[in-house]
């Protein structure tokens, strides 16, 4: 499997950006895909969630409101749209697939497939 994430970039606090993972590989219409970030000196934390026919997506409760996921299998694509970003949000934007089909939830451990990464820079 490979992601390939795109769209970051540098934006003024109250911006928007979409971000998109492009992937191949294993059947990508099977997995949940997820959307993570790491700040500089913090842990890497998810910020979307979304499962593999896309009912069901998981927010950070901070992100709720703000931050959309969505996915179109036909293409192999997962995106994140970014609303009224905040300098708080500079961080390295990651894609990842879950490892077991079926789940979804925050815990980097069990997204076993990772793009290498997009820069979201936020200035105030």
């Known amino acids: 499997v490979q992601l390939q994430a795109s769209g970051g970039g540098l934006v003024q606090a109250g911006g928007s950006l979409r971000l998109s993972c492009a992937a191949s590989?294993?059947?990508?219409?099977?997995?949940?895909m997820g959307w993570f970030r790491q700040a500089p000196g913090k842990e890497r934390e998810l910020v979307a969630a979304?499962?593999?026919?896309?009912?069901?997506?998981y927010y950070a409760d901070s992100l709720k409101g703000r931050f959309t996921i969505s996915r179109d299998n036909a293409k192999k694509m997962v995106y994140l749209q970014l609303n009224s970003l905040k300098p708080e949000g500079t961080a390295v934007y990651y894609c990842?697939?879950?490892?077991?089909?079926?789940?979804?939830?925050?815990?980097?451990?069990?997204?076993?497939?990772w793009g290498q990464g997009t820069l979201v820079t936020v200035s105030s």
């Open positions: 979304i499962t593999s026919s896309g009912s069901i997506t």
């Open positions: 990842a697939q879950a490892t077991i089909s079926g789940y979804i939830g925050p815990d980097p451990r069990s997204y076993d497939y």
């Open positions: 590989g294993r059947t990508f219409s099977s997995y949940t």
